[in-house]
């Protein structure tokens, strides 16, 4: 039987410490809600560190007779949200969740300080996440033709330089180059959109003290450059054509361009080591893929907030940490 240990506990409720994204300048039309975000985000916690990814599957351990104090912190008023209003809130969910990551990504580096003996850089890149229950073919795709009902349709092709063709969805993130890593910006796209062009949606959540942007050639693109001017940041590119390159910034980029693997390239492994996306997603279809995969981004800050305070080394750990919440 799954448990609520008191870890879990301790991380539900440090969501209620996560700053919060301004509010609309106007509230929507329609009844108000009677349950906030961060009732939703406590599950959803739950989901991510249990490995359910339905709600149906959450809310059914939620029932279970040794989840009674757990399903304490997850009322309010007095008042535990029905299954149809579980299920609506939590599909609504990961279109907040890049402006939360955000805030919560600009809190920790005001803690922790990350910067303090380096570069105020941050790195840029997207990981191909694979889709579950197989590959939809182009000329399949073309014809409009579902081969079978497992493939996922709202996921897209991409080809990798190390993975080549691949079938899936791409997680586009900013991390800390530092000592510590420390996710900054999320967002999660079918494998087909283009980097540079999501590098737009991530740069206006980067913290005030960032100097340097580090990416790929990917992001060598007039778009984002003029958005890194906006935002006052230099932008350090790999740069395009046949090597080896020869102009006077060479090996300044390439002192760079090392910088930007050893933080970016290895918190990707890290990530996808603690929350298992060297396979394929356990999730099917956008919504749900965006709250699995945005959701990990948000526990894996959460665990190093928890740690933070508990004055435990943030990165080393992490995953027997989460496992044995």
Request: charged fraction near 20%; glycine fraction near 8%; aromatic fraction near 8%.
């Amino acid at each position: 039987m799954i448990s609520a240990t008191p870890l879990l506990s301790k991380l539900i409720l440090l969501v209620d410490l996560i700053p919060q994204p301004p509010p609309p300048e106007k509230r929507k039309r329609g009844r108000p809600q009677t349950y906030n975000d961060t009732l939703f985000l406590k599950v959803l916690i739950i989901m991510i560190i249990k490995r359910l990814h339905k709600v149906g599957e959450v809310l059914a351990v939620l029932d279970q007779p040794d989840m009674a104090h757990l399903r304490v912190l997850l009322t309010h008023n007095g008042r535990y949200p029905s299954r149809r209003t579980w299920e609506r809130r939590l599909k609504k969910l990961p279109q907040g969740l890049p402006a939360l990551i955000g805030c919560l990504g600009r809190e920790l580096v005001g803690l922790i300080q990350p910067w303090a003996e380096c570069g105020r850089a941050v790195a840029i890149d997207s990981t191909l996440l694979r889709a579950r229950g197989g590959v939809w073919h182009k000329k399949d795709r073309q014809a409009e033709h579902v081969p079978h009902s497992r493939i996922d349709t709202e996921a897209n092709w991409t080809k990798s330089g190390w993975h080549g063709w691949v079938y899936g969805w791409k997680l586009h993130l900013v991390t800390t180059v530092a000592a510590v890593w420390i996710p900054l910006a999320a967002e999660l796209t079918p494998a087909n959109e283009a980097d540079n062009n999501v590098a737009l949606l991530l740069l206006p959540q980067l913290p005030e003290q960032v100097r340097y942007v580090l990416g790929d050639t990917h992001y060598n693109a007039p778009n984002v450059e003029a958005a890194c001017d906006e935002y006052d940041l230099i932008l350090v590119t790999t740069k395009r054509g046949p090597y080896p390159h020869t102009d006077e910034g060479v090996e300044v980029r390439r002192v760079f361009h090392k910088l930007r693997s050893l933080a970016i390239e290895n918190f990707n492994e890290h990530f996808k080591g603690i929350f298992e996306g060297h396979e394929q997603v356990p999730t099917k279809g956008l919504v749900a893929t965006q709250r699995f995969a945005l959701g990990a981004i948000l526990v894996y800050q959460l665990g190093i907030l928890y740690r933070y305070k508990q004055g435990l080394s943030l990165n080393q750990g992490l995953k027997a940490f989460l496992r044995a919440a």
